[in-house]
């Protein structure tokens, strides 16, 4: 049973209010950005072009990490069963085995990583790399003790990290950010999954689906579901912070919240990879006759796509330009208040998209609205400004959040 406090700190509404804390004090110059909210819909019509160029007939998926494993519209998913998996339980657990490591091993990885697909002769860089690297190796076994395309916990422990390194391509001309922070993440996953068996019933990610289907017969909300994530995978981050022996994952103090009475409302929230995990798992679910409520209460990813948006956008500007040049680490004040900005102004272009385009959040919930989308934007605006696409601001990455 966990504290009210734990509760709310694992959920959408304390990632709103701690980075709407963060909004509020930049509007009072209080942060190291100042606003010029006047652009807002300059950068919603730029949203809605990127939306009409990826999805011509506006049918637009959820933002879920089915898109980078299918990058450049080859249906490399599909290829896993080739038509002999019936059952669509074990289907969805199958592709929950493979999201959630993909997941897991999604975070940038540098301006020089390139992965070289033999099957196609394409080289792939960035998230669609990452995405395409981590199918491969599913697809090799490389997460199995049985060298099958499945995933179970003894062998993500014993996972070392020369075996991820020839997976990823690493080599001295082609280095990867944060590998062994991604190795750490994966033996972690391994341990947990054997810590935590009530969530994993079988010993592998995908059991996770004969949890859900066991406690919440088959609808679940998605606030909810965020929830199980966060408990069921929170063990597997590095130790950063926690309250109440519960670690809380991606959840920074920030000086602007010290004062704060209740030592939960102290932190700024964000959750990003665990709830691109939670946007993951939303199609294998569905697909699997899980009926997932309240999609649009999740927020937006705080990630330097998103980020990039608003400051290559002119959104936000930094007070003092000399930020641009510096390093920053994840626990900075810079990057945390660059993030929090970001999720209130998601959920703001969203609005501002809807009105435009005479969507609501059913028909245009905000899931649909970073794929189409504000990530794309992001890294159009990005490509513009920087010959190697990087994010506007420097970051100190160890491999496990951005």
Known sequence: MISPRIDYLLSPTAIRMSCSAIYDACE???????????????????????MRDNYPDMKVPFHSRARHLNTGNIDRVSS??????????????????LVVVSVLLDAGA????????????????????LAVASFHMFQQGLFSMNYQAEVNQEALQRLPSDS??????????????????????????????ADKAEFFPGGRPGGLLDYILDKHQGQIDAAELLKIVLLAYGDIWPSRHS??????????PHPLLAKEVDEAHRF??????????????????????????NIDSL?????????????????????????????????SQVIIEWRALTVVLLDKVAELIREKLNEDEQSMPLVKILEGGTWWAGRRLAQERRPDCSPPLKLISDGTIF
Not at 268 to 293: C, N, R
Request: net charge negative.
């Open 164 to 193: 991820l390194a020839h997976g990823f391509q690493v080599s001295d001309s082609n280095p990867i950010t944060g590998l062994d922070g991604r190795r750490q993440l994966l033996n972690n996953l391994g341990k947990t999954i």
């Open 299 to 331: 927020t937006g990813l705080a990630e330097y796509r998103n980020g990039g948006l608003f400051l290559d956008g002119n959104v936000i500007q930094l007070r003092d330009p000399e930020l641009m040049k510096q390093g920053h680490s994840l626990d």
């Open 80 to 97: 896993l069963f080739n038509g002999t998996e019936q059952d669509p339980l074990e289907r969805c657990r199958k592709l929950l085995d």
């Open 268 to 293: 700024v929230v964000f959750h990003k990879l665990s709830q691109w995990l939670t946007y993951s798992l939303m199609e294998p679910l569905q697909d699997a006759g899980i009926e997932i409520d």
């Open 28 to 50: 009072n110059g209080g942060t190291s950005f100042k606003l010029n909210p006047e652009e807002l819909p300059r950068i919603a019509d730029l949203v809605i072009e990127v």
């Open 110 to 129: 540098g301006n020089q990583w390139t992965y070289f697909e033999e099957s196609t002769g394409k080289t792939w860089n960035r998230s669609e790399g």
């Open 243 to 252: 309250l109440d022996q519960q670690s809380l994952g991606d959840a920074w």
